[in-house]
T-cell receptor
Framework: GAGVSQSPSNKVTEKGKDVELRCDPI?????LYWYRQSLGQGLEFLIY????????KSGLPSDRFSAERTGGSVSTLTIQRTQQEDSAVYLC????????????FGPGTRLTVL | GQNIDQPTEMTATEGAIVQINCTYQ??????LFWYQQHAGEAPTFLSY????GLEEKGRFSSFLSRSKGYSYLLLKELQMKDSASYLC???????????FGRGTSLIVHP
């Protein structure tokens, strides 16, 4: 079956503009994560959705970042008033249930803020 | 909280064996993952250990010692395509949200 997909694959924007990044998880997976990876760095957790529960937003770096997950499936990560330090690869991962299940990652969106 | 430590970079020769270590400190242990990430690509699952000991899967094996807070990934018969970053990750005690190490960049040369 289809894996996790993300769009766009690349996004170049100007400082101060808003961007929306999309993630389509594997069908039926209840858990969805957003991570950020800067060049040469590890994965930085941003936000976690599990079923219908309230998302865990503890990793969001500022209030410029927000995410939603509609109908328990597709998720959108929004970054408002982008800054140059937001430049990174944004990875989405889905998971069948929770916890110790394997995460399946999408190909990522490379965001460049000029 | 959690603290994960991996070497930044390792080099090895094609056909050789390499061991990538991961040491960790965690308040609640729920197993340990290893992921492989090729440059410019997403991480892909390699292994999951929750009990002490060695789990073998083809050329790749993963070892865990919970009492020592230590794991390693063993890659045998190295191939050029094994050049990648190897990430150690632990689901945190309460929420199970994985914390990733910075990754070990493995360079395999002829």
């Amino acid at each position: 079956g289809a894996g996790v997909s993300q769009s766009p694959s690349n996004k170049v924007t100007e400082k101060g503009k808003d961007v929306e990044l999309r993630c389509d998880p594997i069908s039926g997976h209840t858990a969805l994560y957003w991570y950020r990876q800067s060049l040469g760095q590890g994965l930085e957790f941003l936000i976690y959705f599990q079923g219908n529960s309230a998302p865990d937003k503890s990793g969001l770096p500022s209030d410029r970042f927000s995410a939603e997950r509609t109908g328990g499936s597709v998720s959108t990560l929004t970054i408002q008033r982008t800054q140059q330090e937001d430049s990174a690869v944004y990875l989405c991962a889905s998971q069948d249930r929770v916890g110790t299940d394997t995460q399946y990652f999408g190909p990522g969106t490379r965001l460049t803020v000029l | 909280g959690q603290n994960i430590d991996q070497p930044t970079e390792m080099t090895a020769t094609e056909g050789a064996i390499v061991q990538i270590n991961c040491t960790y400190q965690t308040s609640g242990f729920n197993g340990l993952f290893w992921y492989q990430q090729h440059a410019g690509e997403a991480p892909t699952f390699l292994s999951y250990n929750v009990l002490d000991g060695l789990e073998e899967k083809g050329r790749f094996s993963s070892f865990l010692s919970r009492s020592k807070g230590y794991s390693y990934l063993l890659l045998k018969e190295l191939q050029m395509k094994d050049s990648a970053s190897y990430l150690c990750a632990l689901p945190s005690g309460g929420s199970y949200i994985p914390t990733f190490g910075r990754g070990t960049s493995l360079i395999v040369h002829p």
